[in-house]
Each structure stands twice: as C-alpha cells, then as structure tokens.
C-alpha cells in the first residue's frame, strides 16, 4: 500500500533557520512515493523480485540473504520493506526492523543511476523523521575502504552518530565471515549499557543468534 503520513511540525519549523517549508516538501513528497509492506500488507512475488534486483545490486553478499530468505522476513512482525518509485519502477529500497523502542535500518539501496542526486538523503531522512523512535544501521569501520568513507560521509551529514565500542557484524548467509563494523545512532550517540542491549537485540532477532552464543553479550 502506498505509505502517507503527516510531516512532524518540527520539520517544518526550526528555530535558527526559519520555516523550511521546501524541505518538509519534498521529504512528504518521498513518503507519497512510497510502497510499505508488512505481514499485513504483502507484496508481490513480480514486485519482490524488483527489490531483491535492486538489493543485490547495491549489497555484497555476506550483508544480505538468499532470496527465499529475504523474503520469508516479510512474515516476522518486526520486519517492514519499503519500495520507492513512479509507476512499477523500483527506484530504491529501505528494509528496517521496527521494534518498540528503536529501529534498526538493515538495508538502503538507491538505483545507481539516481545515486548523487540528494534522493538518498529525502529517504533515509524521511523514514527518520516518521517516528520520535531512535534509527540504528550498521557501517563499515573508517578506512575499510573508499566506499565505506563516502558511506560514513553520508550518514553523518544524514545526523548520524558514531559509536565506538567493539561491534562485529554477523553473516547473513552460510559460509560468509564476521566483519568487523560499528553501529551508528541517531539522534544521539548510545550509551554503554543501550549499545549492549541494542547489540543482543540485534544478535538474537535479526541474525538469530543462540542463546549460547550470546551469552558473553549478556553481562
């Protein structure tokens, strides 16, 4: 279905810069463009395959699932797709587990010829600004590569914080490594004890964790 909310009044007023009615604009814009779809609200197999394209395209193979998989968590509660584009066009993607108290952005993806037009920004910034709930995403650590500096660059112009406790992220598919990453807050940085909820949380719902091997996280 398609997605419509209310822009928050603090985007449309801000204190030291006046009314910023052309950016409430177009972030309400990108809310219009896009497709959510939940348990409730399923998408198609046609439409899927558009997304998992785009997802495949975009991310490597050990941050991702196969496609059956990937698709199969459109039956978890938690687990919201949202597709953006005009007409049957699949422009980019979100993917983001919606808990009770924050939200953990697991994938983003932009069409590659649409990339450096701002329309990654009116995303991520449009689904951060629909809740008051706090935004996790996971990033690759500095200098990892060329590709993860423009990521980490992105995000913190997009109010992203950096935090710096040890944080390994998990495969998403057999036979893939660990990798070594951070995650990232918004709109603050985490303290020590909500980083350590926050990776258990991660761990158990969204990788699948053991009990066994999540309890050195448990302290």
Not at 14 to 37: H, Q
Not at 168 to 176: A, D, F, L, N, V
Request: charged share 15%; net charge neutral; with cysteine.
């Amino acid at each position: 279905m398609k997605y419509w909310a209310i822009v928050p009044l603090s985007i449309l007023y801000n204190g030291s810069c006046g009314y910023l009615v052309a950016s409430a604009f177009a972030i309400w814009y990108t809310l219009c463009m896009w497709t959510k779809y939940t348990v409730s609200a399923p998408i198609s197999q046609e439409e899927y395959q558009k997304v998992y394209v785009l997802l495949s395209a975009a991310i490597p193979p050990e941050k991702r699932r196969e496609y059956s998989i990937q698709r199969a968590l459109l039956q978890h509660s938690a687990y919201t797709l949202y597709s953006y584009g005009a007409g049957n066009a699949v422009e980019a993607m979100l993917a983001a587990w919606e808990f009770s108290h924050l939200r953990y952005v697991e994938h983003f993806a932009v069409k590659e010829a649409l990339r450096n037009q701002g329309l990654g920004t009116r995303l991520l910034q449009a689904y951060m600004q629909q809740s008051d709930l706090p935004v996790i995403l996971e990033s690759e650590e500095p200098g990892a590569s060329a590709m993860a500096e423009r990521r980490l660059a992105f995000f913190s112009r997009c109010g992203f914080h950096t935090n710096t406790e040890a944080y390994s992220q998990p495969p998403r598919s057999k036979g893939m490594p660990w990798v070594s990453a951070q995650l990232l807050s918004w709109p603050a940085p985490l303290n020590e004890a909500d980083f350590s909820d926050c990776r258990v949380l991660l761990y158990r719902e969204v990788y699948g964790l053991s009990s066994h091997s999540l309890a050195k996280y448990n302290k």
